[in-house]
T-cell receptor, first 115, second 116 residues
Framework: DTAVSQTPKYLVTQMGNDKSIKCEQN?????MYWYKQDSKKFLKIMFS???????INETVPNRFSPKSPDKAHLNLHINSLELGDSAVYFC??????????????FGQGTRLTVV | GDSVTQMEGPVTLSEEAFLTINCTYT??????LFWYVQYPGEGLQLLLK?????DKGSNKGFEATYRKETTSFHLEKGSVQVSDSAVYFC???????????????FGKGTHLIIQP
């Protein structure tokens, strides 16, 4: 039974389109995240949600909007996709809120390619 | 802000060689330290962790010791296998009253290649 699952695994789309990536965790964790991994494998946090409240918005463009219907789900919606949005997006979850210092559990990633 | 610096790769070794991947950090609070591994086409898996100074994390033959005096968390393995080929990430998560933002701060990753 997958702990953190995200769909789709691959997403190819044209510039200007709007797309969503879904994430679900069955670990009972309080906090969920979205990370972006660029072509050089560098990982950077985009958003963090704790009990459905946004904690971090790491200066990502406002075309990216996270939505959390409940604490087990954190979806990422992207408007007006650009070539530079091509990357691998990872969903993750952890127990405890700000300052907890706990490890995160990651999904398998969504490889987004904008053409 | 918090940051993690790790040696850049690729690091190429022969099977059964000794492995060290260096990692140093800066943090405003009292971080927990982690090593994650990413196999090709997969997500990140936690390899090991340490939550306070002098703690040693270990798993699958890998070890790392939390050294507060040198702000380091170097990853070691005595005898690597071809199956260890992957990208390894050092990361920290700040904790305590002096902690910074939530989530993990990652190093840039070290690509490890083990040749038979």
């Amino acid at each position: 039974d997958t702990a953190v699952s995200q769909t789709p695994k691959y997403l190819v789309t044209q510039m200007g389109n709007d797309k969503s990536i879904k994430c679900e965790q069955n670990l009972g964790h309080d906090t969920m995240y979205w990370y972006k991994q660029d072509s050089k494998k560098f990982l950077k946090i985009m958003f963090s949600y704790n009990n459905k409240e946004l904690i971090i918005n790491e200066t990502v463009p406002n075309r990216f909007s996270p939505k959390s219907p409940d604490k087990a789900h954190l979806n990422l919606h992207i408007n007006s996709l650009e070539l530079g949005d091509s990357a691998v997006y990872f969903c993750a979850s952890s127990q405890g809120g700000r300052g907890a210092g706990t490890e995160a559990f990651f999904g398998q990633g969504t490889r987004l390619t904008v053409v | 802000g918090d940051s993690v610096t790790q040696m850049e790769g690729p690091v190429t070794l022969s099977e059964e060689a000794f492995l060290t991947i260096n990692c140093t950090y800066t943090a405003t609070g009292y971080p927990s330290l982690f090593w994650y591994v990413q196999y090709p086409g997969e997500g990140l898996q936690l390899l090991l962790k340490a939550t306070k100074a002098d703690d040693k994390g270990s798993n699958k033959g890998f070890e790392a010791t939390y050294r507060k005096e040198t702000t380091s968390f170097h990853l070691e393995k005595g005898s690597v296998q071809v199956s260890d080929s992957a990208v390894y990430f050092c990361a920290l998560s700040d904790q305590g009253s002096g902690g910074g933002a939530d989530g993990l701060t990652f190093g840039k990753g070290t690509h490890l290649i083990i040749q038979p």
